[in-house]
């Protein structure tokens, strides 16, 4: 089981391990497939949306084979299948990947008028500090965000700036980060 965006990275990171260490493979995205199937019959993911041609054009590819090799995928998603995607550029050639979808797995419409993702009770509110999410925003956000650091093993000592790696070699510049036991960041976004 992963976070639709988890998987995509791992799909480019095996793209790219393989191109730059098998020289001209024909098909690397059916190697990818390949080794996500001996893994694994069964793909589970959380979020699946498709944000840019690059990961349509993949997506596409890899779930064709996903799919002729008998893996099996369970996915969630905010959109229908047939919304996914829906003004993205070239749609059309990310259209197979749809129909595949409707032919190999049973869409299923969870449908409910309350958004829980909205719903916020006093008790949820105060809970926040130890669940590490503040919100609404400002001076209080900001007082409750300053003891949780406190409280994270390792946090006792002031924040240094770091680079935190991330995949394909890259790293992300984090200016406060506290890198003790409890390893925790701090980003603006």
Known sequence: RAHFHDFMLDVNRELHRI???????????????????QASPLLCFD???????????????FFERLFAA???VVATSNLAPDKLYSSGINREVF???????L??????????????????SAELAAADAERGFFWPLGERASA???KAMVLVRG?????????????????LPCR??????????????
Not at 95 to 101: E, G
């Open 144 to 146: 409750d965000l300053a």
């Open 95 to 101: 259209q197979p990947f749809i129909d595949a979808v």
């Open 47 to 61: 979020e699946c949306h498709v944000l840019n041609v690059g990961d349509a054009m993949i997506m596409r590819a």
């Open 103 to 120: 032919r190999h797995c049973d869409a299923v419409h969870v449908d409910t008028s309350q958004d829980f993702r909205r719903t916020k």
């Open 155 to 171: 946090c006792e000592e002031p924040p240094a700036a770091c680079e935190i790696p991330v995949p394909m070699g890259r790293v």
């Open 19 to 37: 191109r730059s260490t098998s020289g001209g493979v024909a098909d690397p995205l059916a190697r990818v497939a390949e080794s996500f199937l």
């Open 70 to 72: 008998g893996g099996t």
């Open 176 to 189: 406060r980060a506290w890198l003790g036991g409890g390893r925790a960041a701090e980003f603006s976004y």
